[in-house]
Nanobody, 124 residues
Framework: QVRLVESGGGLVQAGGSLRLSCAAS????????MGWFRQAPGKERDIVAA????????YYADSVKGRFTISRANVKNTVYLQMNSLKLEDTAVYYC?????????????????WGQGTEVTVSS
């Protein structure tokens, strides 16, 4: 059974940092492109960042470029999202997802497996 379990969310003041982790079981992430998505209340689930199988290629939404960093530790079967300089508008539930296709996808429909999400709240 495939499981993606996110952790590291919480309450943080604007300007602060959080590091999200996504631990995978039931699959080997080095065979998957991995993505982080987020969904704010009343809004659609949108891509935040994605990373290729090898880690050589990454994608970032414009809203997080220069502040967030996606990385992967294949030996730990874990993907990370380092979030710095957090803003109020970063408040959302953050989801990890795995895509077995080659290359990076930013579309939710192409991802095969999803975690349950971890909540990030940024306060003023």
């Amino acid at each position: 059974q495939v499981r993606l379990v996110e952790s590291g969310g919480g309450l943080v003041q604007a300007g602060g940092s959080l590091r999200l982790s996504c631990a995978a079981s039931g699959l080997t992430i080095n065979n998957y492109s991995m993505g982080w998505f987020r969904q704010a209340p009343g809004k659609e689930r949108d891509i935040v960042a994605a990373i290729s199988w090898s880690g050589d290629n990454t994608y970032y939404a414009d809203s997080v470029k220069g502040r967030f960093t996606i990385s992967r530790a294949n030996v730990k079967n874990t993907v990370y999202l380092q979030m710095n300089s957090l803003k109020l508008e970063d408040t959302a539930v953050y989801y990890c997802a795995a895509d077995r296709r080659w290359g990076i996808s930013i579309a939710t429909a192409t991802y095969d497996y999803w975690g349950q999400g971890t909540e990030v709240t940024v306060s003023s």
